[in-house]
């Protein structure tokens, strides 16, 4: 759809739960989009459908990329369902393409193995099965802001729908903002997208959207062979599993010391501070509703320097989305700009 399609053929029958669901969840993304998607138009699909006929007795897994709704989905979904019982997760899919190793420019194998080397133990010690898998399908749409906007749930349901004779049910951990009137803000990986990404065979869920990132991490707080084993953190090379100074970091670090955990345990860089959060920039509207969490709970616990700072952070990004949006005297400045570019446009063309 994003490339320009309007029609998917297929020699092979597909599944009718997936045919189903496919042009909801393209709908959605489409209208939620719509800084990106004016030119989109939903495909047609043209296909037999059969259904899977799946063995019985197959695994629940979830994806686990080391983060904190990663690893808060795992200890959840174990604190409720006892080992040997159906629906507890016993498989982790470890992806090498997405977060790390989708940058050709870049060599993330070594992080990615330094990974590997710290949670495939703490999965296998927890009976669960780690399985890695290495893709390129966030190379498919390289654009700014595509990945985590618009793509990155459908990718972790086509990998999820690559294991129907082994899975039954796989967990995509969500964003672990505030719950808002819309569930959560518009996100490629949205709890309302997986379930129509589904088959007969392998059913995607997101579960837990109760609780919020700070509750996420007063979870994790409780394990601190959990908390030490985090990887939040797409800036780390080889060395460290976090860089300890990054948007990420730092937020992930705050939550940790609201909930009584070590802000340094698994980070690198210096202690927390004022300036290390004015130094870092908001990317997004689940960032900012994540922030402005932490500087509640900051301002309650009293720690007003810190919170503070998160209030900036969070105005500095409110001003650059009003900017963005084109409103108030910048924003008419820009929409002027954009119009004389256009016309300038029109008018080389015609000479």
């Known amino acids: 759809m994003a490339a320009g399609e309007t029609r998917i053929a297929s020699t092979l029958p597909l599944d009718p739960v997936l045919v189903e669901g496919i042009p909801s969840a393209l709908a959605i993304i489409k209208h939620w989009?719509?800084?990106?998607?004016?030119?989109?138009?939903?495909?047609t699909l043209e296909c037999a459908?059969?259904?899977?006929?799946?063995?019985?007795?197959?695994?629940?897994?979830?994806?686990?990329?080391?983060?904190?709704?990663?690893?808060?989905?795992?200890l959840r979904n174990h604190s409720l369902l006892p080992v040997g019982a159906a629906g507890r997760i016993d498989h982790a899919f470890i992806v090498f393409g997405l977060d790390l190793g989708y940058l050709s420019t870049r060599d993330d194998r070594p992080a990615y193995e330094q990974f590997l080397a710290s949670a495939v133990p703490w999965?296998?010690?927890?009976g669960v099965r780690g399985v890695q898998v290495e893709t390129n399908l966030r190379q498919l749409d390289p654009r700014s802001g595509?990945?985590?906007?618009?793509?990155n749930g459908f990718a972790l349901s086509a990998i999820a729908q690559l294991f129907p004779d082994v899975v039954e049910q796989v967990h995509m951990g969500t964003s672990g903002e505030r719950l808002i009137d819309m569930v959560q803000n518009p996100w490629g990986s949205h709890p309302v997208i997986h379930p129509y990404l589904s088959s007969m065979a392998v059913q995607g869920r997101s579960?837990?959207?109760?609780?919020?990132?700070?509750?996420r991490l007063a979870v994790l707080a409780k394990d601190t062979d959990a908390v030490s084993r985090l990887r939040v953190c797409f800036s780390s090379r080889e060395g460290a599993l976090n860089c300890g100074v990054c948007e990420k970091c730092i937020r992930t670090r705050i939550g940790l010391l609201l909930c009584d955990a070590d802000p340094q345990a698994g980070f690198d860089g210096p202690p927390l501070s004022a300036a290390l959060i004015h130094a870092v920039s908001l990317t997004s509207p689940v960032g900012q509703s994540e922030h402005e969490e932490l500087r509640d709970a900051l301002r309650a616990h009293g720690n007003h320097d810190l919170a503070d700072a998160e209030d900036d952070l969070v105005r500095r990004w409110l001003r650059y989305e009003k900017w963005r949006q084109k409103r108030g005297f910048k924003g008419w400045l820009r929409r002027k700009r954009d119009?004389?570019?256009q016309r300038f446009a029109v008018d080389a063309a015609k000479r």
Request: net charge positive; charged share 15%; proline share 7%.
């Open 339 to 341: 119009a004389l570019q």
């Open 123 to 126: 999965l296998a010690s927890r």
């Open 33 to 43: 989009c719509r800084d990106m998607s004016g030119a989109w138009t939903l495909p």
């Open 146 to 151: 595509f990945w985590g906007v618009a793509f």
């Open 207 to 215: 579960p837990y959207i109760e609780f919020s990132r700070l509750k």
């Open 49 to 74: 459908v059969e259904a899977c006929v799946a063995p019985p007795g197959r695994a629940t897994a979830s994806f686990f990329s080391g983060g904190v709704d990663a690893t808060f989905t795992l």
